[in-house]
């Protein structure tokens, strides 16, 4: 579950990024949005970035031809590119992507992809069926995990759709959501806007529903005090704070080092999540000393 | 500030992209955002009227005063509303029907002279008798705009006289949906209306500020003092100063997901409205959004306190008394001058020699040997140290 900020679409980004990996690794998708034509924004989603080892291959082309004695290599070379040529339509566990590039379009033709708008929904309990009938393919059985079932719905909760006035329907939509999740092999995104529901009391129900609830919050622009705190101030535009992470089948719960990340796009091309790197509170002694969470290099969330 | 606002109604959309949308709110205290949303208005008619905005016509709909009156508005500016027909959607005069239903009905020799006179004013007025129905009032504002622009790749832009107006007759789920198809239409550039803050429940605020780009806050420039006694002078004081004069703190949500946030005084006149940007200074508290910080470098009156009390373990304590050697054997202010004995090579390691001074109590005296001994030259303490 994922709390968006009103000011700023940084959840479309985790979105498109959730979507994108589960095209790639040929998970079925359910993608509902209020907007006029979700179709459109299966236009977006990014490209995969390859992994290094791809790389390699025109460079051990290079060397072949230098290397005349050692002959054994060349083949072995060979086989190792028809190898990696093979593993191009088959994409390992790939969690970088590239926001510059879209998605291949043969790629999106031959996912399973569903649409759902959302303000054509007249009530919630057909969009219930809707994912029922999505989500049975993916029912738990002996066998084991064949097949892995992705929802995402973005902006339940908008104004202009529907069902916005009822929020009791709504709760009881996602719990049931929730129920089905947990009796198939399938995950499920949701975001919302905390601001847009009616009571605190629904917005509180709504966050204890999630399994993992991620909150994302918006900078405010040209903002010199937080220049002054944050170092890497220029180059971000959103912070991302993890409030729950699940943990279903353990009672070993999580801690996580740092809660707050700031979202960063580096080069325009990969959206990442970093630390925060704060100054001290003195900012007036020059500058951030290294802050108080240590390393500022890039790491992957790891749930 | 309020140019970047205009700058962004009359640079109006990209292709594939919502219409920036404006919302205007003020509430009882300050209650100028009529003045604020005819700046708006004019500064969007006259770059529609040079050529330079996107949009090239402006339909608005008006719910709170005639429109005539903004006929007039745009005169007095001279900017040249002749050529432009049927551009204002007339909710003001008989929003509900009922003079219609009281015509139709045959009471009203009187009423009919009025509505006739209405008529012939219509040629750049629309007269829209079913506020209730939004889709009916959005299929309006799309033909009327449509004739302005012609048929093909022409936009126009939008203005909504009061929203609160429409909020009353339709529910917010109709009002929403209505400004969430302007902003999709491929025709509209941008739109931007007006809304009394304190009429309406939370919610429906904050979901039209989730719906809008940029948000126009009025506030009075002093805050309402709490103090009963001051109250009365102070009160009208404020009454006058708000009557004229405001605070607008704007908040664009721009392109790369961050929030712009301006603040600026202005100032009503009878030519018109003046803003005068103003400094922020500390008015954006960023302290809820980042995390604490785990460590301060900054001291608290009483960890300085503290520090001031602290024994140092040097000779000189820094503030001019007499040299005392504190060598860890007791608390400096409880005892004499004469309780330690200074470190005399001579002195006869005689460790009864107590020279306590506090009789009666029962107490551990604890005598360091180590000191009485002597140094050996040629031994070195760090000796039996096993590096």
Known sequence: MVMEDSEAPHHLLLLRNFMSQGVLHRQPLLYASPAHSPRAFLGTLPAPIPPRTHLHTPSQQQ????????????????????????????????????????????????????????????????????????????????????????????????????????????????????????????????????SVVSSSSVCMRWQHLADTLLSLRTIPDDDKEMAKLLTDYQDMFGLLHIHKVGRLNSQVPVILEATTYSLKVIRRKTLVLERLNQAPVDASGGGSLGGCSGSSSARLLDF | ?????????????????????????????????????????????????????????????????????????????????????????????????????????????????????????????????????????????????????????????????????????????SVSSLINNLRSHDQVASLFWLLHSDLHEPRAILSL????????????????????????????????????????????????????????????????????????????????????????????????GDRAKVILPFEHQGNGEDIKIYDGRGPIADAPKNIFPTPRLDESASATITTSSNGGKGEIHYFRDSDEEALDTDEDPDDDLDI
């Open chain 2, 1 to 173: 500030m309020a140019d970047l606002v205009c700058r962004g109604l009359r640079d109006g959309v990209l292709e594939g992209e919502y219409a920036p949308a404006l919302l205007i709110k003020d509430t009882l205290q300050i209650s100028l955002g009529v003045h604020v949303f005819n700046h708006f208005l004019l500064s969007l008619s006259s770059n529609i009227s040079s050529g330079k905005a996107q949009s090239r016509g402006l339909v608005v709909v008006a719910f709170a005063c005639p429109p005539c009156f903004y006929v007039d508005l745009l005169r007095s500016r001279g900017i040249g509303v002749a050529s432009l027909s049927n551009w204002i959607v007339d909710c003001y005069s008989d929003p509900l029907g009922w003079k219609d239903k009281l015509l139709n009905s045959g009471f009203s020799a009187q009423l009919s002279s009025k509505s006739h006179d209405k008529s012939s004013v219509g040629d750049v007025e629309c007269l829209f008798r079913d506020v209730g129905d939004a889709e009916k009032l959005s299929s309006l504002v799309f033909d009327l705009g449509r004739g302005l622009v012609g048929p093909g790749k022409g936009r126009f832009s939008v203005a909504i006289d009061s929203a609160s107006e429409l909020l009353r007759h339709t529910s917010l789920l």
């Open chain 1, 63 to 194: 060397e072949e031809d230098l290397r005349i004695a050692w002959q054994y290599k060349k083949y072995f070379g060979n086989e190792q590119m028809f190898v990696e040529s093979h593993r191009g339509n088959h994409w390992d566990f790939c969690n970088e992507f590239d926001l510059r590039k879209s998605l291949d379009r043969q790629l999106l033709g031959a996912a399973h992809i569903d649409c759902v708008n959302l303000q054509d929904v007249e009530d919630l309990a057909s969009l219930r069926d809707r994912c029922s009938a999505f989500l049975a393919p993916f029912a738990r059985t002996e066998e084991g995990i064949t097949c892995v079932g992705r929802v995402a719905i973005q902006s339940f909760c908008s104004p202009q759709c529907r069902y916005s006035n009822s929020d009791w329907d709504m709760l009881f939509f996602i719990k049931s959501l929730r129920s089905m999740l947990r009796s198939s092999n399938a995950v499920a995104m949701i975001t919302f806007t905390p």
């Open chain 2, 209 to 304: 500020e989730y719906l809008s780009s940029m948000v126009a806050g009025l506030e009075p420039i002093a805050s309402p003092s709490t103090d009963a006694q001051r109250n009365h002078h102070n009160h009208l004081f404020q009454l006058e100063q708000n009557s004229r004069r405001g605070k607008l703190h704007m908040r664009l949500k721009r392109r790369n997901g961050r929030v712009k946030i301006l603040f600026e005084e202005f100032d009503v006149e009878q030519g018109g409205i003046k803003f005068v940007p103003v400094s922020l200074g500390n008015a954006i508290r960023n302290d809820a959004i980042l995390p604490k910080v785990q460590f301060n470098l900054q001291l608290t009156d009483k960890e300085r």
